[in-house]
Structure formats: structure tokens, C-alpha cells
Nanobody, 115 residues
Framework: QVQLVESGGGLVQPGGSLRLSCAAS????????MAWYRQAPGKQRGLVAD???????SYVDSVKGRFTISRDNAKNTVYLQMNSLRPEDTAVYYC?????????WGQGTQVTVSS
């Protein structure tokens, strides 16, 4: 049984930081490309950042220079460090694992950026 469990969300003021974690089980984590998506109210879910199995990363333009995705294959965990948060970053953040025809989602964690 595959599980992706996100944690680390919460309420933060504009300009603040949060680190999201996603712990994976039931997959050979080290071979899976991993990604973070987000979905704001009334909007479609969209890609935020991804990291290849060997560590190459990419980001959506709106988070470049503020967010950092990383992975720890020994802990089967992917992270999203979010700095200089803005109100428009408010969304439910989802962890995603995809390889070939296999794709899995976490349950999501709420991030709210508000004063």
C-alpha cells in the first residue's frame, strides 16, 4: 500500500517561512521523481516544484528564488522549504510521486499566508 503523508503546513504571516515534508512508503522512493503541487480555492491544482530521482530540480516561475525542493532518499522524504511567503501562496499543498503509469498523491496540507 502506497502512502504519501504531508506535514508542516499552517498559518504564517507574509514574509514568513514554512517547511513542508512528505514521507513516502510502499514505493522504491529513490527511483521516483517527486513533486509538490498546490490548489487554491476556486483554482486548478498546479505544479509548484519537482525533483528528479537524481536530484535535478525545477520550479514554477512564481516561486523561483523563494522555494526549495529537496529529497532525502535515506528517509524516503521530500521537502519543500518555502521562504518569503506571500498571501497568494495560500493553498492546499500536495505531494506527488509518478513513475511510468504509476502515480500517487498525498492527502494535502493547508498553507495559509495572512496577517
Amino acid at each position: 500500500q502506497v502512502q504519501l503523508v504531508e506535514s508542516g503546513g499552517g498559518l504564517v504571516q507574509p514574509g514568513g517561512s514554512l517547511r513542508l515534508s512528505c514521507a513516502a512508503s510502499g514505493i522504491i522512493f529513490r527511483i521516483y521523481p517527486m513533486a509538490w503541487y498546490r490548489q487554491a480555492p476556486g483554482k486548478q491544482r498546479g505544479l509548484v516544484a519537482d525533483i528528479a530521482s537524481r536530484g535535478r530540480t525545477s520550479y514554477v516561475d512564481s516561486v523561483k528564488g523563494r522555494f526549495t525542493i529537496s529529497r532525502d532518499n535515506a528517509k524516503n522524504t521530500v521537502y519543500l522549504q518555502m521562504n518569503s511567503l506571500r498571501p497568494e501562496d495560500t493553498a492546499v499543498y500536495y505531494c506527488h510521486a509518478s513513475l511510468g503509469q504509476s502515480a500517487y498523491w498525498g492527502q494535502g496540507t493547508q498553507v495559509t499566508v495572512s496577517s
